[in-house]
T-cell receptor, first 113, second 112 residues
Framework: DAGITQSPRHKVTETGTPVTLRCHQT?????MYWYRQDPGHGLRLIHY???????DKGEVSDGYSVSRSKTEDFLLTLESATSSQTSVYFC????????????FGPGTRLTVT | GIQVEQSPPDLILQEGANSTLRCNFS?????LQWFHQNPWGQLINLFY???GTKQNGRLSATTVATERYSLLYISSSQTTDSGVYFC??????????????FGTGTKLQVIP
């Protein structure tokens, strides 16, 4: 199994509070991704990173920001959580620019009340 | 962007039966992956198969890129095959970095 961990694994928070999710990898892969999974939508890309301090937006980036200060860590921040951001969040890694063979972390279940 | 459609959306099989899952996509791709999400939520990469055929045990996949579809075959199904199967595709990009688009999945339940 690819060495990818996510923390926390579960979180309940109130509307309006900031939340940061962490993805940590031990594979030294250059590319990292944040997805959210919602019923009926499959997985949708929020943000991705193609190197330290290099990030770009995905298809559902509004309300989210990311940072990558080290190869192994990719942080996803909800500046002011809303109920529509209740979801399961997955981090993924890949060792090539074309995202061949992505490997996923275990996911974080976030509930915004 | 590329559209991805998977069928059927739901499938119930008796243990030991065979099945075929389909993924249609709307444009040329250079990246197609099949994933299995088990009942505990873990996403597992099954195949990277932008064209051709691959086999791994009871699972095999075929992608016909010119006709824009891929098939995942499950033979002699077992209860551990239950879960959701996702197809994910990525298209050709000039410069930049590729992103993949996921289908909405096929939910498979294998009953003893």
């Amino acid at each position: 199994d690819a060495g990818i961990t996510q923390s926390p694994r579960h979180k309940v928070t109130e509307t309006g509070t900031p939340v940061t999710l962490r993805c940590h990898q031990t594979e030294n892969h250059r590319y990292m991704y944040w997805y959210r999974q919602d019923p009926g939508h499959g997985l949708r890309l929020i943000h991705y990173s193609y190197g330290v301090k290099d990030t770009d937006k995905g298809e559902v980036s509004d309300g989210y920001s990311v940072s990558r200060s080290k190869t192994e860590d990719f942080l996803l921040t909800l500046e002011s959580a809303t109920s529509s951001q209740t979801s399961v969040y997955f981090c993924a890694i890949s060792d090539n620019r074309a995202a061949y063979e992505q490997y996923f972390g275990p996911g974080t279940r976030l509930t915004v009340t | 962007g590329i559209q991805v459609e998977q069928s059927p959306p739901d499938l119930i099989l008796q243990e030991g039966a065979n099945s075929t899952l389909r993924c249609n996509f709307s444009d040329s791709v250079n990246n197609l992956q099949w994933f299995h999400q088990n009942p505990w939520g873990q996403l597992i990469n099954l195949f990277y198969i932008p064209s051709g055929t691959k086999q791994n045990g009871r699972l095999s996949a075929t992608t016909v890129a010119t006709e824009r579809y891929s098939l995942l075959y499950i033979s002699s199904s077992q209860t551990t095959d239950s879960g959701v199967y996702f197809c994910a595709v990525g298209g050709y990009v000039s410069g930049g970095y590729q992103k993949v688009t996921f289908g909405t999945g096929t939910k498979l339940q294998v009953i003893p």
